[in-house]
């Protein structure tokens, strides 16, 4: 059995940070690919960033490009989303998920290829 856990959501002024953690506990035998998603009120839910299997290589939503930041720390079983300069229309639930399957490609963040995900950690963003 998997875990994820997320934490470190909050509200917060436009132009202010906040860091998600998300902590993968369980049976893990290799390196998963790693994402981070949300769910704004009303909309459907999107890919914001992901980590692929061995951290080289990271994606980054064009609506997060340049303010987000998506890393790992291996020993941890942890992966952080650094959010900076954050808007109101960043408000929503964000969830971490898990690619223990192997299925994700690098620079791709289709919902479908986690099989494992958090309860989520909602940020909400005051204009």
């Given at each position: 059995?998997?875990?994820?856990?997320?934490?470190?959501?909050?509200?917060v002024?436009?132009?202010?940070?906040?860091?998600?953690?998300?902590?993968?506990?369980?049976?893990?035998?290799?390196?998963?690919?790693?994402?981070?998603?949300?769910?704004?009120?009303?909309?459907?839910?999107?890919?914001?960033?992901?980590?692929?299997?061995?951290?080289?290589?990271?994606?980054?939503?064009?609506?997060?490009?340049?303010?987000?930041?998506?890393?790992?720390?291996?020993?941890?079983?942890?992966?952080?989303?650094?959010?900076?300069?954050?808007?109101?229309?960043?408000t929503?639930?964000?969830?971490?998920?898990?690619?223990?399957?192997?299925?994700?490609?690098?620079?791709?963040?289709?919902?479908?290829?986690?099989?494992?995900?958090?309860?989520g950690?909602?940020?909400?963003?005051?204009?």
């Open positions: 059995q998997v875990h994820l856990v997320e934490s470190g959501g909050g509200s002024q436009t132009g202010e940070s906040l860091r998600l953690s998300c902590v993968v506990s369980g049976s893990i035998y290799n390196r998963p690919s790693m994402g981070w998603f949300r769910r704004p009120p009303g909309k459907e839910p999107e890919g914001v960033a992901g980590i692929y299997r061995y951290g080289i290589t990271t994606y980054y939503a064009d609506s997060v490009s340049g303010r987000f930041n998506i890393s790992q720390d291996n020993a941890e079983n942890t992966v952080y989303l650094q959010m900076n300069s954050l808007r109101p229309d960043d929503a639930m964000y969830y971490c998920a898990a690619d223990l399957a192997n299925l994700v490609k690098p620079g791709t963040l289709y919902p479908y290829d986690f099989g494992y995900w958090g309860q950690t909602q940020v909400t963003v005051a204009s």
